[in-house]
């Protein structure tokens, strides 16, 4: 299983941003697929995830409403399109995945074992 982020960038507060996590090994049928960031000296937190073949999708509470997930099954690519975006978004953006995860463990990182090697993210004021 191997994922590549792509996306990342520089933008000003308010702008928009969509990354792209290319997704290639297997097929991904039942994988939760997310999207997590790390801040300089801050742990990885959870940003957005979502489950192949099931329509779910789960969000922060920081990001609900500015940033949604999605998945184009043609392509094998997960997106994260960022909106509003804030200074507070910088950071450096992975994106994850797990075979057969459930929904209470889909928000951990500890539950994904496959991870891209990341892109990073800048919000200016």
């Known amino acids: 299983v191997q994922l590549q982020a792509s996306g990342g960038g520089l933008v000003q507060t308010g702008e928009s941003l969509r990354l792209s996590c290319a997704t290639s090994g297997r097929t991904f049928s039942g994988y939760g697929l997310g999207w997590f960031r790390q801040a300089p000296g801050k742990e990885r937190e959870f940003v957005a995830a979502l489950r192949v073949g099931r329509g779910d999708t789960y969000y922060a509470d920081s990001v609900k409403g500015r940033f949604t997930i999605s998945r184009d099954n043609a392509k094998n690519t997960v997106y994260l399109q960022m909106s509003s975006l804030k200074p507070e978004d910088t950071a450096v953006y992975y994106c994850?995945?797990?075979?057969?995860?459930?929904?209470?463990?889909?928000?951990?990182?500890?539950?994904?074992?496959?991870w891209g090697q990341g892109t990073l993210v800048t919000v200016s004021s």
């Open positions: 994850a995945a797990k075979a057969g995860i459930i929904s209470s463990s889909i928000y951990h990182p500890q539950y994904y074992d496959y």
